[in-house]
C-alpha cells in the first residue's frame, strides 16, 4: 500500500466484457466459445478485401441493457470508430470501436468496502469487437499463430473515472461490475474462458493534490485476486520510484504471477496514436426512445435491489441476502421457494416462510448447485423445498427428517409428499403410542433411570434417542421430551 501520509493512489478501470450474442458484431459467425481454430470465420471478421460489416441488432440491444443497468444514458445517435493499429490478432488492420462517440455514458454504481460505501463513476460503456487470439510457439518453436474464432466477437468496453484509492476498492468494483452484468443477462462472468476482464490505470499523486500524476496500465487481468494483488505491486512500485527522486513513465505493464511484480510491455500509446475516425463503411448506429424504454421495462430486478427487498420484505439478514444474491439463478431460486412458501402460509408468514427457505437453501442445497456461465443446476426445484417445509411445519415431519426426505427427492426425482408416504416417514404424534415406546425404553435402562432420579437429568437425551432408534426416527420429539420426564418422574 502507499504511504498514508504522502501518496494517494488513484484507480480507473477499463473493463471488456463480451455479450451474450450467438453471432459477432459485424458478421452473422458463431460467437460460442470453445470451437475448432479458425471454423467461426468468414471473409468480414478475417478482413478480406471488400468485405463490409453490418451491425448485429442483438448486441447493440445488450449494450444499452449494460448501460441501463449501470445507470447511464443511452444516446440515442453513437458512432462507430476505426482503431488503426498493426498487430497479428485485427488482420485487416484496424479494429472497429466507438471513440468520440459511445454509445452508453455518464454512469455510476456504489460499492462497499470495509463498511464504507463510495460511488464509482462510469465515464463511458461502448461497443466494440474483439480481437483475434494470438497463441505463442503453438505452432512449433518461436512460431506464433493466430486464431480468428474470437475476432469480431461483441464486447462492451466499461470506462471507469479515477475514482478508486485502493486495490480493496477497485476489487469490489469489479466483483459489483460482473454481478450488475450477469443478472442483466448481459455477460456471463467467466474470467477464466476470457469474456470478462480488465484493464487498471493506475497513478499516485501527493495526498491534498487534486492533479492526476502519471499513470501506468496493467493489461489483461482476468482474475480478482490478480488484480488487486497487481494494483499493490503496482503502487508500491510507483512509489519506490518517487521516493528515490524519480519520474514514474506512462507504460503498459503487464503481470507476472511468478514473481509477484508487474513487467514493462511497451510505452503507452495515446489516442492519437491509434488515429481514430469514424469507420466509413458504417453509418452512425442511430436507436429510438422507444426502443430504450422497451430494453429498459425489459431489464430484470438487478442485485441490490433483490437483495433490499429481501430485507425489508422477508426479514433477511444482509448477510443471507448477499450469499442468496451470489449467482443470478441461485436468487431466482430462493425467490421462487419463498414465493412458493407465502403463498401456502399466507402473507402473515413472509418473515418465517422468508426466513425458513434462506436458512434451507443455504445450509442444504447450495453445495449441490452446478454452475455454468449463467445457468445453474439444482438437486430439487424450489418447488419441492416449499412442499418439504411446509412438510416440516405442519408436522408431518420434523427438521432433522426433512434431510433424509430431501436425500430421497434427490435420488429418486419424486415430490416430498410422495417420499414421505410410499417410505412411511410421516412423524408419530399419537401420544398413546410415543409412551408405549417410552415406557420400552424406560424399562430397559434401569441405570439410567437411576442416574437421571439422583439428578443426573443430563441422561434424558440417551433416553430421547433410544425413543427416536426405535420409531425409526418418526416420533415427535417434543412428544417423545414430555411424555419422557412424565414417565420417569
Not at 430462493?334 to 436458512?359: C, I, M, R
Not at 453445495?367 to 449463467?374: E, K
Not at 437429568?457 to 412424565?486: D, S
Amino acid at each position: 500500500m502507499a504511504s498514508a501520509t504522502r501518496w494517494e493512489p488513484v484507480i480507473g478501470l477499463e473493463v471488456h466484457a463480451q455479450l451474450l450474442s450467438r453471432s459477432k458484431l459485424f458478421c452473422g459467425c458463431s460467437a460460442a466459445y470453445g470451437a475448432a481454430p479458425n471454423t467461426n470465420v468468414c471473409p468480414v471478421c478475417l478482413g478480406l478485401p471488400g468485405a463490409l460489416p453490418a451491425p448485429n441488432g442483438g448486441a447493440v440491444e445488450l449494450a444499452i441493457r449494460a448501460g441501463l443497468a449501470l445507470g447511464c444514458t443511452v444516446q440515442l445517435e453513437s458512432r462507430f470508430a476505426r482503431k488503426n493499429y498493426f498487430y497479428p490478432d485485427m488482420a485487416k488492420g484496424y479494429q472497429i470501436s466507438q471513440y468520440e462517440l459511445p454509445l452508453d455514458t455518464d454512469g455510476a454504481i456504489e460499492i462497499d468496502v470495509d463498511g464504507v460505501t463510495r460511488r464509482v463513476g462510469i465515464e463511458r460503456v461502448h461497443l466494440e469487437e474483439d480481437a483475434a487470439k494470438n497463441l505463442h510457439g503453438s505452432g512449433g518453436g518461436r512460431t506464433t499463430v493466430v486464431d480468428f474464432n474470437r475476432a469480431g466477437v461483441p464486447l462492451v468496453e466499461i470506462v471507469s473515472r479515477p475514482d478508486m484509492r485502493s486495490a480493496a476498492e477497485t476489487e469490489a468494483y469489479l466483483r459489483k461490475i460482473r454481478e450488475i452484468l450477469m443478472f442483466a443477462g448481459v455477460n456471463d462472468g467467466n474470467l477464466e474462458e476470457g469474456s470478462f476482464r480488465c484493464d487498471a490505470n493506475v497513478s499516485l499523486r501527493p495526498v491534498g493534490d487534486e492533479r492526476l500524476g502519471t499513470r501506468t496500465e496493467l493489461k489483461n487481468i482476468n482474475s480478482f485476486r490478480f488484480v488487486r494483488m497487481a494494483i499493490e505491486s503496482e503502487i508500491v512500485r510507483q512509489e519506490a520510484v518517487l521516493a528515490g527522486g524519480g519520474a514514474v513513465v506512462q507504460e503498459t505493464r503487464g503481470w507476472n504471477e511468478a514473481s509477484g511484480t508487474t513487467v514493462a510491455m511497451r510505452t503507452k500509446e495515446e489516442a492519437h496514436d491509434y488515429r481514430y475516425f469514424p469507420d466509413p463503411d458504417l453509418p452512425p448506429l442511430v436507436v429510438s426512445e422507444a426502443r430504450v424504454s422497451a430494453v429498459r421495462e425489459a431489464l430484470p430486478e438487478l442485485p441490490d435491489a433483490r437483495r433490499a427487498r429481501w430485507q425489508r420484505e422477508l426479514g433477511l439478514t444482509a448477510y443471507d441476502a448477499q450469499v442468496l444474491s451470489s449467482h443470478p439463478r441461485v436468487a431466482d431460486y430462493f425467490d421462487a421457494a419463498a414465493t412458493a412458501l407465502v403463498s401456502a402460509w399466507g402473507e402473515g408468514a413472509k418473515p418465517d416462510a422468508g426466513k425458513k427457505a434462506a436458512n434451507f437453501v443455504q445450509s442444504e442445497i447450495l453445495g449441490d448447485v452446478s454452475i455454468d456461465g449463467l445457468e445453474a443446476r439444482f438437486p430439487v426445484p424450489a418447488e419441492g423445498v416449499a412442499e418439504l417445509l411446509g412438510l416440516v411445519r405442519d408436522g408431518t415431519i420434523n427438521s432433522k427428517m426433512a434431510k433424509d426426505v430431501l436425500a430421497r427427492m434427490r435420488a429418486s426425482g419424486r415430490s416430498a409428499r410422495a417420499v414421505v408416504d410410499e417410505g412411511g416417514l410421516a412423524q408419530v404424534t399419537d401420544a398413546a403410542e410415543i409412551e408405549r415406546v417410552v415406557r420400552e425404553v424406560v424399562e430397559a435402562s434401569p441405570k439410567q433411570v437411576d442416574q437421571y432420579r439422583a439428578g443426573q437429568t443430563k441422561v434424558l437425551g440417551y433416553f430421547v434417542g433410544q425413543v427416536m432408534k426405535a420409531t425409526k426416527g418418526t416420533a415427535n420429539p417434543q412428544i417423545v421430551n414430555e411424555l419422557l420426564r412424565k414417565v420417569l418422574s
